[in-house]
């Protein structure tokens, strides 16, 4: 009777046959990855209070607290999603350049009015003259900044190859739109955290409802430094590597630009909470209260919430999207 079982010589020779070898199975399903799903829900979980504190908190009373919680909500979210973005190194060095360079000049600034103008802090525990969770701040925010600003450029953090004409532009578009996208945020909350609720004092006042423009110039300048150098750093790995975007590991850009939204948010509620009143400034300068929460909210909805807004229509139209 016949066989119905493939068969394969062994040799020449009338040698024996041997059945054929089954299929080659190919790998295992990758099972669940329990670590990286519980930093998921972790950073998840930060997004989610980060916006809470934004729509929330302000109805709980007036104060500083609402824009100081949800900044140091940032930092932990930063130092997660930056070390799975770009490894322990690279994170070190974008959280080292980002402190160094805001403390400094943020007493420099103190000490001789360049580039923010006469200020001091009030309270708090400081390094030299400046609290010491300033340079965090700036590291978390900065942060989401930077990731904001790559989104409105398609991941341009993943494409900074300077042996091509994107990833020389992107090397310094990126840092300048990230230090703009940065500076808006604080365009819409200064005068409210100096002038209303003194975590700092402008000296002299201002115009911007008792803070004076060389601040914003001021911010957009420092940022840029150090969005600048990360840029430089970053790419060097991405020129020389034979894959560019090794040098980056693509993960979520939902997460932080919602986390930019919330910033923006903030300053809706705190213009529906806001009693009316008025505060004078150290300069002698009279503020009305709702005029102020009235135009720092106009201010946010068409730079911080919109930039936001064109992030998110980025991201869901599929633009940054790995190629």
């Known amino acids: 009777m016949a066989e119905n079982t493939q068969v394969i010589a062994d040799g020449a020779g009338g040698a024996p046959a041997r059945p054929a070898p089954s299929p080659v199975q190919g790998p295992p399903a990758p099972q669940p990855d329990d670590r990286g799903r519980a930093i998921a829900i972790t950073q998840w979980g930060l997004v989610a209070a980060g916006l809470t504190v934004a729509l929330v908190m302000p109805v709980a009373g007036p104060g500083a607290a609402t824009m100081v919680g949800l900044l140091l909500l940032t930092i932990p979210f930063a130092a997660i999603h930056g070390i799975r973005r770009y490894g322990w190194r690279r994170f070190l060095t974008f959280f080292v350049v980002s402190y160094v ?13 360049f580039p923010f103008g006469d200020y ?6 400081k390094l030299f003259h400046v609290p010491i969770e300033i340079g965090p701040i700036y590291f978390g925010l900065g942060y989401i900044s930077w990731l ?11 494409r900074l190859n300077w042996r091509e004409r994107t990833g020389r532009f992107n090397t ?9 996208v940065m500076t808006m945020f604080d365009v819409s909350v200064d005068s409210q955290a100096s002038t209303v609720n003194h975590v700092w ?11 004076p423009y060389t601040n914003y110039l001021g911010w957009w300048l420092v940022t840029y430094i150090f969005f600048q150098i ?9 020129t020389r590597a034979e894959k560019p975007g090794a040098a980056v590991t693509p993960g979520s850009l939902l997460q932080p630009v919602l986390f930019y939204l919330g910033t923006g948010l903030a300053s809706i509620s705190t213009f529906v909470t806001t009693d009316p009143g008025t505060v004078v400034d150290a300069a002698g300068a009279t503020w009305d209260l709702t005029a102020l929460n009235e135009t720092t909210m106009t201010i946010s909805i068409f730079s911080v919430i919109t930039v936001a807004l064109l992030a998110l229509a980025k991201i869901a139209r599929g633009d940054t999207r790995a190629a």
């Open 172 to 180: 310094f578009a990126l840092p300048a739109l990230s230090a703009a």
């Open 101 to 113: 360079v805001s403390n400094f000049f943020e007493n420099l600034s103190i000490m001789t009015g």
């Open 230 to 238: 990360f840029a430089l750093l970053l790419a060097r790995p991405q």
């Open 120 to 125: 001091h802090y009030t309270g708090s525990v």
């Open 148 to 158: 904001t600003a790559s989104t409105l450029l398609d991941r341009a953090d993943e």
């Open 201 to 211: 004092i402008w000296e002299d006042g201002g115009g911007v409802f008792g803070v």
